[in-house]
């Protein structure tokens, strides 16, 4: 980039790079801080509804970090991940976003099927990962492990030095279920659907919105949605933002969606309502089945 910027434009470049790498030194020392225990720098996760087509219902959630700060700012992973990521701190981050999500799912206990959390390849590459989500799993006697779901980024994986397959199936024996993230973005996306074990396909969101008005996104959601299936795995459509993209995802047999349309990410507190209503209903509406049956 410094290249093309030209002569005249180095000092430019210059100041534009040193406000990142301050901004991860800060972000490194407060994810640092944050997983001291520091109760006014915390790592909270916010929960976003994947709605099944079929029921219209809450079927899971994926967790996604924040970083509320001191001021009481909420900060977006975009801020703090990458710097995580390589000071090698995604590490103990990843596992407190593990131990945190299965906390929130043993409270939420029926009312939600499983939760999903990211997992970088940073931590998939450390030996102790396997280890770490078996050691996890062993302290929760009776917990059904395939409502854990571990989403893997497909173009991330390009980087990982280690084998991505091997490890992969050594976390599928301890019973978690595997996603493929940003489905369609890397440029080898064929040969993850045939060399990994995974259990569910997440269409990258550039493919899901605006697919009603555009017939060759609708082309491409319907072969993935048959490639999936023949393979015997689930897809989830990120970012439905339109009534239009939902209601053309349903009609297309797209077992399950994730989007704004339904609901943003939010705080556990304010999931914890909406799976509230969306329980209710469902109860309400099995009473009213089995009365009408
Ligand atoms: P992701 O895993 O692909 O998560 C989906 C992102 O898309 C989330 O952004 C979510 O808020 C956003 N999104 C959901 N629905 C819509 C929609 O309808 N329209 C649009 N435009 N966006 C939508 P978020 O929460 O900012 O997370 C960004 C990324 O940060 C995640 O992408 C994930 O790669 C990473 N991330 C989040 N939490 C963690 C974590 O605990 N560990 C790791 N390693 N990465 C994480
Ligand atoms: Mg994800
Ligand atoms: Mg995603
Ligand atoms: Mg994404």
């Given at each position: ?49 994947v ?36 000071t ?23 009312r ?7 997992v ?14 078996a ?10 492990p395939?409502?854990?779901v ?13 084998d ?14 595997i996603?493929?993230d ?17 259990d ?19 082309s ?8 999936a ?11 439905v ?5 939902w209601e ?28 509230r ?17």
């Amino acid at each position: 980039a410094a290249k093309r910027a030209g002569g005249n434009r180095v000092q430019v470049f210059t100041d534009e790079l040193r406000v990142p790498v301050q901004e991860k030194i800060a972000a490194e020392a407060r994810v640092r801080r944050a997983l001291a225990g520091d109760p006014r720098l915390t790592l909270p996760l916010w929960f976003q509804p994947v709605v099944s087509t079929v029921t219209g219902r809450i079927a899971g959630a994926e967790a996604l970090v924040r970083m509320r700060t001191p001021e009481g700012e909420i900060l977006s992973p975009f801020h703090f991940i990458l710097a995580a990521e390589e000071t090698g701190l995604i590490v103990p981050l990843g596992e407190h976003v593990l131990r945190s999500a299965i906390d929130h799912l043993l409270h939420w206990q029926d009312r939600l099927g499983y939760v999903s959390v990211n997992v970088s390849p940073r931590q998939l590459a450390e030996p102790d990962f396997v280890p770490m989500v078996a050691s996890v799993l062993a302290g929760l006697p009776g917990f059904d492990p395939s409502r854990i779901v571990l989403e893997i980024t497909e173009t991330a994986l390009l980087a990982s030095t280690v084998d991505v397959s091997e490890r992969l199936t050594a976390l599928k024996q301890l019973g978690v279920r595997i996603a493929l993230d940003d489905f369609g973005t890397g440029y080898s996306s064929l040969t993850w659907l045939k060399s990994l074990p995974a259990d569910i396909v997440k269409l990258d969101r550039s493919f899901v919105a605006g697919l009603a008005e555009d017939q060759r996104k609708a082309s491409i959601i319907q072969a993935v949605l048959w490639l999936a299936r023949s393979l015997g795995m689930s897809t989830i459509a990120e970012g439905v933002e339109e009534a239009a993209d939902w209601e053309a995802l349903r009609v297309a047999g797209c077992p399950a969606v994730q989007g704004y349309f339904f609901s943003k990410p939010l705080p556990a507190a304010e999931f914890d309502v909406m799976l509230r209503e969306s329980f209710e209903r469902a109860t309400f509406e099995g009473v009213h089945l089995r009365e009408t049956m």
